[in-house]
Every structure is written in C-alpha cells, then in structure tokens.
C-alpha cells in the first residue's frame, strides 16, 4: 500500500501542470504554487515578447492526452500555447490545486525529524511556512532572468536610453524610429532583432559571441521534424553507455555518418547564405546539436540580405556618449539595448550546503534521469531539463518522478546506483560530448528517444515502441503513442 502525501509543485507553467496531474491522479493531496497571476510560466503573456512562437512543431509540443487544436499553425503563437496550457488545466480540473501570486522563498528539511521539506511562502504582505512530504520543483530552464550591467550604462538610461532583458520586450513600438542593439545569438535575440525590424527601427544590430548551426523550420523544403526528431538520426550522434557491440556498428558506419552531417551542413550553408553573412560555425554540427541549437526566425535571413540587420561578432563593451563600443572597438549608434542573454539556472530558495551536493565546481547538476539527486531526499525536478520536446518531456518525468517518490518504480534506484550513473553521465558529457554540458547539462536533446526508453524501463512500461517498426524508426515522437505506453505502467493509487 502506498501512504498519500502532501506534495508541494513549485512552478505553474508546462511542467508544473504536468507534475500536479501526475501525483493527482495517484491519489496525493497537491499543492502548487505559481508567483505570478496566471498558469503559463515563459507563455505567460507578461513575460512574451511580440510574435514569440514555439521552436517545436505543436504535435512535438504537446501533452499525451491533450492535443493542440488543428486549427493552430504548426508552429503556434505565445498567446495560442497559453491558452491551450489552460485548456489543459481545464480538462483535468487543475486549477484547484493552485495557489497563485504565492512565491517560495525558502525551503528546508522538517523540523519534526519527518521526511520532506518546510517551505517558506509569501503572498503580498504575508509570510508563512507549510510542510510538505515531497516537494517537486518545476520553475523550469527560464524561471530567473540573466540581468547584465555595463560601463556607461546608468548615464546612458539617465538620458533617454533603454536597456532591458528580452522577457521585457513586450512593447514593439518602443524601437520605432530607434537604432536597436541586440545582444545574443539566440532565437528570442533574432526574433526581437527581425521584429524591431518590422515595427520601424531605424538600425538594428545583432552582437553575438560565436557562430552557431542554425535549424530553419523547412530545410531542403522538408519541415525539420521529419529529418532531424528520428531515433534513426539521433543514434548517428555519440550517445552515452553504448556497449561494445554498438560501438563496433559505430566504427563501421562512422563515414556514412560523416557524410549525412556534411551533406546537411551544406543544405544548410546555401539555404540560410551562412558564407554570405559570415555566420559559418566552426565546430562539426554533429558535435554542436543540442537545445542550444536555435531555430531560425523567419524574415532573418531577408533581413541580414537587405542589411537591415547588421551581425556583429563580438559583445558590448561599455556604453558612450556617441553610443555603445563593441568589443571590436566599433562604436554603434544605439537607443534602444535588449540584452537576449538567457536566464539563470538554479534553485536560489535551496540551501547552500544542498546546492553544493547538487551541483559541482563547473555548473554540472548531479541528477539522475534529470529528475533526482540521491543527496537531495523527498524532492525532484520536472522541467528543469532543456528539450525539443518540452511538454512531452516534462510529462514523461512527472509520472516516473510519482512512481520514485512512492517506490513504485519497477527499476528503484539505491542512491549507490544513482551515483554511479550520474558519475558515468557527467564523464561523457565532460569527455565525449562537450555539447552536452550545456544549460547545466540538463539537455536531453538530442536524445530523446533514448531518455524516454530510460523512463519507460524504469517504469516497467509493457509497451515501448511503436507497433510499425518504420515509423518508430524514421519518424518523430508521437505524443499519443507515449500516452499508451504510460497506460501500460503498473498502475496504483495512493491511500
């Protein structure tokens, strides 16, 4: 029998809906948190800039049970993916399990010497504290803004200038008639840079560190998910714990290999005019491609051709009277300064002493099936993985993660075993696949196909795969097929 739990689901956005449905349903009294005023956590319209839209395609970017409407586009608008998350939130009557405008400002182990964790809350004027038997985290990859300061920057806003973070670029009209500096190589910074465009900039900029393989949403005319979301792709990349066999299939097929990935990289040099626009990574795309692989915005490439964006290799450097000076020692005009350079990875209500057995000396998370960590007892994470397949994935280890917190799991890990994984994990990414030790190496991309193999077997799932052996092969995960592989987990209910 498995006792009922009070459960604590910090965060309301993706992977907080998919966390509280799955200790719900098991039976748990649920309650979730979410500091701002509204479910939708990055699609929240306060924290979307203008035109924001998914980087995956809506049957990519979905829940099991729970498709996006066919009427959306394929690839849907920020205010179309918040309202489809409170559809969801609709459909199973989540909603009650929340608290809005509640933030967590702290949490620490239970005085009374039981398992779980005290949490520290705060609404408006009022603090309080509230204990829990098991708290799972779910304020995601994009929960703390990245805030950057420069030299200049004070005097530069004292007289007219703007400086802000991309989440606070909500207001287009505020380039028109401006010269816009964009800081970042991302999709939120060529987006911002395309739309400022748009809404009458007078010059825009592009200032980023290095050259990365950019994904357009068509490649070769084929839309991206058809050549790139396959296991028959994902396994031509180094993936961790090959055994010996693989690594010999490996070696045999290694310059095939080296052909598909040239040949792509050159699609996508004339496609995207990369030579043109100086914009040629240096490193092999198979040993770049990882969440932090952006898509390519439309307009851009319009955009750079018409030299209504100007890319700069580089970064700011300080702010002047006659403008912004570039690490190059250019000085550009700028009136307008968005700084699209991501947000902070981390637990900041976590205590120190756990924060450091979470993470180690170079910023890499200790988790095991990036979901838990063996020092860290009576909590887990759901979201805080980057992926392609961020509402499938958020799904798939909220429901393993009930299944560990209950000790249902077929496959229980001892923390022994989770250390001696998250060991052999940290060794690959750090040896093997440097990509992979980006965001934290929280990325699951572009493995996932394997991670949810990993999930499933854990659970005991009877079904894995696919029932035709060549669209489990040469197509892209289908989010209805993985609903029933999670119906053939064991299932149970908390009493």
Sequence with gaps: MVDRKQIAIIGGGVSGLAAAKAFDERGHRVCGFERSHDFGGVWEPSRSY?????????????????????????????????????????????????????????????????????????????????????????????????????????????????????????????????????????????????????????SVRLVYL?????????????????????????????????????????????????????????????????????????????????????????GLIECLDKGLIKPVLGTFDCFTDAGLKLSTDETVPCEVAILAVGWKLGVPYLPQNYRDKLIDDDGQYRVYRLAVNPDLPDMGFVGFNSSFCTVLSAEMIANWLVRYADGQLK??????????????????????????????????????????????????AAQTKRGNPFAERFSYPNAASYGSFLASTPQYRAE
Aim: with cysteine; aromatic share 10%.
């Design 411 to 460: 496959n229980q890990p001892t923390a022994a075993e989770m250390n001696e994984n998250i060991d052999m994990m940290l060794k690959w990414k750090r040896n093997e696949r440097p990509a992979a030790k980006v965001y934290g190496g929280l990325c699951s991309a572009p493995f996932h196909f394997k991670h949810f193999d990993e999930l499933l077997a854990d659970m005991g």
């Design 50 to 202: 203008p035109d924001v839209q998914t980087q995956s395609p809506k049957d990519l970017y979905c829940y099991t049970d729970h498709l996006m409407p066919d009427d959306f586009p394929e690839w849907p608008k920020g205010p179309q993916v918040h309202a489809y998350l409170h559809s969801y939130a609709a459909k199973h009557d989540t909603a009650r399990l929340f608290r809005l405008n509640t933030n967590v400002i702290f949490m620490e182990r239970r005085a009374d010497e039981r398992p779980g964790w005290t949490l520290t809350l705060e609404a408006g004027n009022h603090t309080w504290t509230e204990n829990f038997d098991f708290v799972s985290i779910c304020t995601g990859q994009f929960s703390e803004k990245n805030v950057i300061t420069h030299p200049g920057q004070d005097a530069f806003v004292e007289h007219g200038g703007k400086v802000m973070h991309s989440s606070e670029f909500t207001d287009p009209g505020v380039c028109a008639g401006k010269d816009v500096v964009v800081l970042g190589g991302s999709k939120s910074a060529t987006d911002i840079a395309v739309n400022s465009v748009q809404n009458g900039a007078n």
């Design 210 to 298: 290095k050259n990365v393989w950019r994904v357009p949403y068509f490649v070769g005319g084929i839309n991206f998910k058809r050549l790139l979301f396959m296991r028959a792709q994902e396994q031509q990349f180094n993936q961790w714990g090959k055994s010996l066999f693989q690594r010999v299939i490996a070696a045999i097929f290694k310059p095939l290999v080296w052909v598909n990935f040239r040949c792509l990289e050159t699609m996508l040099k004339t496609q995207l005019k990369l030579k043109k626009h100086n914009m040629v990574p240096e490193t092999p795309i198979e040993k770049e491609v990882s969440c932090s692989v952006p898509i390519v915005t439309p």
